[in-house]
């Protein structure tokens, strides 16, 4: 079985300050890992992927994530936070003995509010 | 532009009547997927398929149904709907044949069951 952690329900930064947000993974073999965000009354859209090599993602919007092995952490991050970033994020992951690309795992989701 | 879209964007239904609800993708993906989005519960996998004629349970697909009889459309059923049923719905689609695709969704279905 597959899972995914979020531990924050919330997080809150000043705009131009850094942020993470934070998830961590189980699964039984090694995994893929994905980053999407959701604005209001919109449909998840990704932002990154971990797949295999260099374990510092970059995707879109200027977002990066880190994938460490040893701690099963993914977590999310930006230099500088904007106010447009404000938005709901998940994390999600996918076994990579699953080679029909079929289900990921999505974590509860962690709303991120940036300040002016 | 490739896309996926959901029909209707809301709807409001009685307890016991079936509902249907709409998935079209233009990607010509082999996967689709339905998610239902609660409060404190993230996205829960309903119903996928990997392709024309197939289709799997999910982890909460009692009272749910799907069919897949093209690779456009994914339509999702509830057959007798219950308030437990309100939620939005989102339906996603994915390239297949590989684990590392991209799943893309669609706008969102907000369910309201009486």
């Known amino acids: 079985a597959q899972s995914v952690a979020q531990p924050e329900d919330q997080v809150n930064v000043a705009e131009g300050n850094p942020l993470t947000v934070k998830c961590t993974y189980s699964?039984?073999?090694?995994?893929?890992l994905f980053w999407y965000v959701q604005y209001p009354n919109r449909g998840l859209q990704f932002l990154l992927k971990?797949?295999?090599?260099?374990?510092l993602v970059k995707g879109s919007y200027g977002f990066e994530a880190e994938f460490n092995k040893s701690q099963t952490s993914f977590h999310l991050k930006k230099p500088s936070a904007l106010v447009s970033d404000s938005a709901l994020y998940f994390c999600a992951v996918r076994d990579r003995r699953d080679t029909n690309a079929g289900k990921s795992t999505f974590g509860d989701g962690t709303t991120l509010t940036v300040k002016p | 532009d490739a896309e996926i879209t959901q029909s209707p964007r809301h709807k409001i239904t009685e307890t016991g009547r079936q509902v249907t609800l709409a998935c079209h993708q233009t990607w010509n993906h082999n996967n689709m997927f339905w998610y239902r989005q609660d409060l404190g519960h993230g996205l829960r996998l309903i119903h996928y398929?990997?392709?024309?004629?197939?289709?799997n349970k999910g982890e909460v697909s009692d009272g749910y149904s799907v069919s897949r009889s093209n690779t456009e459309d994914l339509p999702l059923t509830l057959e007798s709907a219950a308030s437990s049923q309100t939620s939005v719905y989102f339906c996603?689609?994915?390239?297949?044949?590989?684990?590392?695709?991209?799943?893309?969704f669609g706008p969102g279905t907000r369910l309201t069951v009486l």
């Open positions: 699964v039984s073999g090694n995994p893929y």
């Open positions: 996603a689609s994915s390239e297949g044949g590989q684990g590392t695709d991209t799943q893309y």
């Open positions: 398929s990997y392709g024309v004629q197939d289709t």
């Open positions: 971990y797949i295999t090599g260099d374990n």
